[in-house]
């Protein structure tokens, strides 16, 4: 058998399992990467966050929209949080109902915080 030839049949025979081995292999690794956090400003995000936003200088930013696009929003997903830039502007989530407002009722009168509860509207 000259070269040319031991070459073409080695190709035409071992090729297709390679094949299947990098199929194998990618359905093996789809999984794990399936599952992987998200990290933005960190190269390590927490393990039980699918998202881990890490920054000394810059906020998140959530989406801002009318009143009549956050009702017209399609089947809203639990948890879902907004910022009503019109009328009532503010935070809004969808608790699976209904829309509900976030509101600041008052802050903590210990002398040694300086937190800010936050409540629904309906003040739960």
Known sequence: MDTEMAYFYTFTHIFPFMKQIIIIGGLLMFPILAQAQVGVGTASPAPSAAVDIVSTARGLLIPRMTQAQRVAIASPATGLL???????????FFDGTAWNKLAVVGSSNSSTSN?????????F
Do not use: P
């Open 82 to 92: 907004v910022f009503q830039i019109d009328i009532n502007q503010g935070f809004f």
């Open 115 to 123: 937190e800010t509860l936050i409540y629904t509207a309906d003040g």
